[in-house]
């Protein structure tokens, strides 16, 4: 199974369909909010199974700010991040992941890719495809796969 990560796209999805085109179609593809307004082109270019939430400039979104569900054998809890101050640190939304008794936490806001595997919890922020904020400001996104076992693997891609 494979799963596209993506975040902060802030209207500016023309990049998905490259995206779509070299990694080949997802099983699901997961937004992680600040969508503005590309809901359902992202519904449209994506052509699978799609998880979108609501970020803190979603204004007037039908977006829900938060889901969870499972992939496989984990518990994901799908979240903008803002309202854990993920902006200062990701302590507390990891502490707030295990909380809820999740596997993983999907989460954007910050404009910065994170892959954490830690023992209690997974965290994954795949940045921004617009405005990316980290060293070399380089738009990212992230795939997750799911190997024979059910085991998860994640794949931190950059925009050429």
């Not at 977006?63 to 309202?83: D, Q, S």
């Not at 910065?112 to 990212?140: C, D, F, H, M, T």
Request: with cysteine.
């Amino acid at each position: 199974m494979k799963i596209l990560i993506i975040s902060d796209t802030h209207g500016r999805d023309g990049e998905l369909p490259g995206i779509l085109d070299k990694t080949g179609r997802p099983d699901m593809l997961i937004h992680c909010g600040d969508v503005e307004g590309g809901e359902y082109r992202i519904r449209e270019y994506a052509g699978c199974p799609v998880e979108m939430v609501a970020g803190n400039n979603d204004f007037f979104s039908d977006l829900p700010r938060e889901r969870e569900f499972n992939i496989g054998n984990y518990k994901v809890w799908l979240t903008h991040g803002h309202a854990c101050y993920v902006s200062m640190e990701n302590e507390t939304i990891k502490k707030e992941a295990v909380a809820r008794g999740v596997d993983i936490v999907i989460y954007g806001h910050t404009h910065k890719p994170v892959i954490e595997v830690e023992k209690r919890i997974i965290a994954i922020n795949p940045g921004s495809l617009s405005y990316p904020r980290q060293v070399g400001r380089r738009p990212s996104y992230i795939v997750m796969e799911l190997d024979q076992q059910g085991k998860a693997h994640f794949t931190l891609h950059y925009l050429d």
